[in-house]
């Protein structure tokens, strides 16, 4: 399958697709899917930039209302991870997953998907420690403070991608932590010294991230963030020894929570990768090393790759830890513990025998329709007017047919009562 991936879009989705219209012009032939890692910017209106973190010289409506509104569709399927710089409010409507347009579908905070039987995984946001161990407390009317916290990577998260058997592929906004150290580290000083002193420090990158490299041993790994190529390199094999005593470097406490659905698991998976080839790239600008197209296959047998367009599924292991750990997702300051690791194999095996009962495979078309929430902007002006008013928030109706299809409360943003 011929997946075009891109690092921070910042907006510029119609340069995107131009893009990709070219290279297929240029090397005769077609993309299949686009993977997006990050600063997508799903501005609907002016009034989601008042909940983007960015500064005010930078507020920019941007291309994706003209998807949003329907004036124009998507011509690839693509899939959209969040970064640093996002509509907040817009991308805790769909929390859990959803169309943010017709043919873009948002990963979540974390998931997993599939694609044609390509498993793809992804986090999105950035890591800060001060942040990393709260529940997800933000709400509208955001502050200062809340607007910035909201797309900061969360431990609960994280937990969840950790039970997953290995994807194929992993979308991160932030690069892992030290991952510097398997690629042209010279190279990238060269066109980005200002990185040296995080470097040297080991704080160039995100630890969850790399924690959930080495467990997970995807076959590749996509990130955007610093505005910058880097290619790597990382055989497990090789780390297998340090990595094992040196499994959570964010923080005490994660070695609980392994793979709880490892040992269920093992029989039916593959075996995990024996290495992970990662690639960072650029921001959308000319010239810029923003785009770069290759062909994807999963380790797993039996995928059909030749259906076309391709058909993207729920991934029925994430369905079943994200049933099983509802529970514990939190809306307040305060995260809870998650149960240790026998509870936890316990817990998601009852959950993955009810999934494969009540769900089975679903193609996500089935289940979730997009829907307009906000309305489109009043005009097109690329800059927001003087004395904006902060949005309302939304119940999103793909919310809820998410979690009516796996029997959870809507914890994200439920509809009034009537």
């Known amino acids: 399958m011929k997946v075009a991936v891109t690092g921070c879009c910042h907006g510029e989705l119609d340069a995107t697709y131009k893009q990709i219209r070219d290279l297929e012009e240029k090397n005769n032939y077609k993309v299949d899917l686009v993977l997006i890692n990050g600063d997508f910017e799903a501005i609907r209106n002016h009034q989601d930039l008042k909940c983007m973190a ?3 010289k930078y507020q920019h409506l941007g291309t994706f209302y003209k998807y949003y509104t329907e004036e124009t569709t998507a011509p690839v399927l693509t899939i959209v991870i969040g970064g640093n710089h996002e509509a907040s409010n817009y991308m805790w409507e769909l929390y859990h997953g959803g169309w943010l347009a017709p043919n873009i579908y948002y990963l979540r905070g974390s998931g997993c998907v599939k694609v044609n039987g390509l498993r793809i995984a992804g986090a999105s946001g ?14 509208m009317p955001y502050d200062k403070s809340s607007v910035r916290s909201a797309y900061h990577t969360r431990f609960y998260d994280v937990m969840k991608l950790r039970q997953l058997s290995s994807p194929d592929v992993f979308m991160s906004h932030d690069w892992p932590v030290n991952i510097t150290q398997y690629g042209d580290v010279a190279a990238l000083l060269k066109y980005k010294p200002t990185f040296r002193s995080d470097i040297e420090k080991g704080e160039l990158g995100s630890p969850p991230m790399m924690d959930l490299l080495r ?8 990130s955007a963030h610093m505005h910058s190529k880097f290619e790597a390199f990382v055989n497990h094999e090789s780390e297998s020894a340090e990595s094992g005593s040196k499994v959570n470097p964010h923080g005490e406490g994660d070695t609980v929570v392994a793979s709880a659905s490892a040992e269920k698991l093992k029989d039916t998976q593959p075996p995990p990768n024996k290495s992970t080839y990662f690639l960072a790239l650029d921001k959308c600008l ?3 090393p923003y785009m770069h197209v290759l062909d994807l296959n999963p380790v797993a047998p039996g995928s059909d790759l030749g259906i076309s367009p391709p058909i993207i599924t729920f991934d029925r292991e994430w369905l079943a830890i994200s049933r099983a750990l509802h529970p514990y997702l939190s809306t307040c300051r305060q995260q809870p513990s998650l149960p240790p690791v026998w509870d936890m194999a316990r817990i998601i095996q009852e959950s993955q025998r009810w999934v494969d009962e009540n769900v089975g495979e679903r193609e996500i078309r089935n289940v979730q329709e997009f829907t307009r929430t906000a309305p489109g902007p009043v005009n097109t002006n690329p800059r927001p007017p003087n004395n904006l008013q902060l949005p309302p928030s939304y119940s999103n109706p793909q919310t809820e047919a998410f979690c009516a299809m796996l029997g959870l409360d809507n914890k994200v943003n439920p509809p009034p009562a009537k």
């Open 286 to 288: 000319p010239r810029r």
């Open 215 to 222: 467990s997970l041993r995807p076959s590749y790994w996509f």
């Open 54 to 56: 960015v500064p005010d």
């Open 126 to 139: 950035i890591y800060k420690g001060y942040d990393y161990r709260l529940g997800h407390h933000e709400r």
